[in-house]
């Protein structure tokens, strides 16, 4: 069997990680989750003092990014790496709402994009990886061999992201959940640099009416079929 790239893009929760997990341990490749490296660049910004409600300096960000260094430590409890930022894990950190709120705003600096596209390459130089995201399928690997584009309506994706958040023990309202949800869509869409859109040769995959069962075969299904 060769090894290929699979890039899946979409709109946010709409359980992209969930079947790119699934997907990278049926095939024994390597699973990166982006979005986490954009929330540890985001929480990096907010210990900093360089985003607030009050504003966002996103050129001092820019100076000091050569200061973040990004790791992954794989955890053998959840099966993915947690994030590691300069050194210190937290994951569970940048996935708070705190984070949520600012990391769009985050994304769209060119210099944050460039730093953590380059190293998005360099994990995949080797194939053999499922990496998910907004640009993956246009920007970091333009060339993978399978592309999905995830797509669900924001009532099924903020539920979802919802019942996340309570279980954690989060402290939020439904109301809170889909407009940071349906917020993030909006700048991740229309942001100047790599905007989510869907590859021309993505397949789109709309999950809102569909278990995780019949995700995962249907995807697995494909990526068998070119590997
Ligand atoms: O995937 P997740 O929802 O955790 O991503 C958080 C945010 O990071 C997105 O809303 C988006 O603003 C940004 N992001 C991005 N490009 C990626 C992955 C995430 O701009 N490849």
């Given at each position: 069997?060769?090894?290929?790239t699979?890039a899946?893009d979409?709109?946010?929760?709409?359980?992209?990680?969930?079947?790119?997990?699934?997907?990278?341990?049926?095939?024994?490749?390597?699973?990166?989750?982006?979005?986490?490296?954009?929330?540890?660049?985001?929480?990096?910004?907010?210990?900093?003092?360089?985003?607030?409600?009050?504003?966002?300096?996103?050129?001092?960000?820019?100076?000091?990014?050569?200061?973040?260094?990004?790791?992954?430590?794989?955890?053998?409890?959840?099966?993915?790496?947690?994030?590691?930022?300069?050194?210190?894990?937290?994951?569970?950190?940048?996935?708070?709402?705190?984070?949520?709120?600012?990391?769009?705003?985050?994304?769209?600096?060119?210099?944050?994009?460039?730093?953590?596209?380059?190293?998005?390459?360099?994990?995949?130089?080797?194939?053999?990886?499922?990496?998910?995201?907004?640009?993956i399928g246009t920007?970091?690997f333009p060339h993978a061999e399978l592309k999905l584009f995830?797509?669900?309506?924001?009532?099924?994706?903020?539920?979802?992201?919802?019942?996340?958040?309570?279980?954690?023990?989060?402290?939020?309202?439904?109301?809170?959940?889909?407009?940071?949800?349906?917020?993030?869509?909006?700048?991740?869409?229309?942001?100047?640099?790599?905007?989510?859109r869907r590859a021309d040769d993505a397949i789109l995959?709309?999950?809102?009416?569909?278990?995780?069962?019949?995700?995962?075969?249907?995807?697995?299904?494909l990526?068998?079929?070119i590997?």
């Amino acid at each position: 069997m060769h090894k290929i790239t699979i890039a899946i893009d979409g709109f946010s929760s709409t359980g992209k990680s969930t079947i790119a997990k699934q997907l990278a341990a049926a095939l024994g490749y390597i699973y990166v989750d982006t979005g986490a490296m954009y929330r540890a660049v985001t929480l990096y910004a907010l210990h900093h003092g360089l985003i607030s409600e009050d504003g966002f300096k996103a050129s001092e960000l820019c100076l000091k990014l050569k200061d973040i260094q990004l790791g992954f430590l794989p955890n053998e409890q959840t099966g993915r790496s947690d994030m590691l930022l300069n050194g210190k894990n937290v994951e569970t950190e940048i996935r708070t709402m705190q984070v949520s709120r600012f990391v769009s705003q985050v994304a769209t600096v060119k210099a944050v994009r460039e730093k953590l596209v380059a190293i998005q390459q360099e994990m995949g130089k080797a194939k053999g990886i499922v990496m998910d995201g907004r640009d993956i399928g246009t920007v970091v690997f333009p060339h993978a061999e399978l592309k999905l584009f995830m797509t669900a309506s924001a009532d099924a994706r903020a539920t979802r992201r919802y019942r996340e958040l309570l279980e954690r023990g989060d402290n939020i309202t439904y109301g809170e959940v889909l407009e940071n949800v349906q917020k993030r869509d909006y700048i991740d869409s229309n942001r100047e640099e790599s905007p989510l859109r869907r590859a021309d040769d993505a397949i789109l995959f709309d999950n809102s009416d569909m278990g995780l069962k019949e995700q995962f075969e249907r995807i697995y299904n494909l990526a068998i079929r070119i590997i």
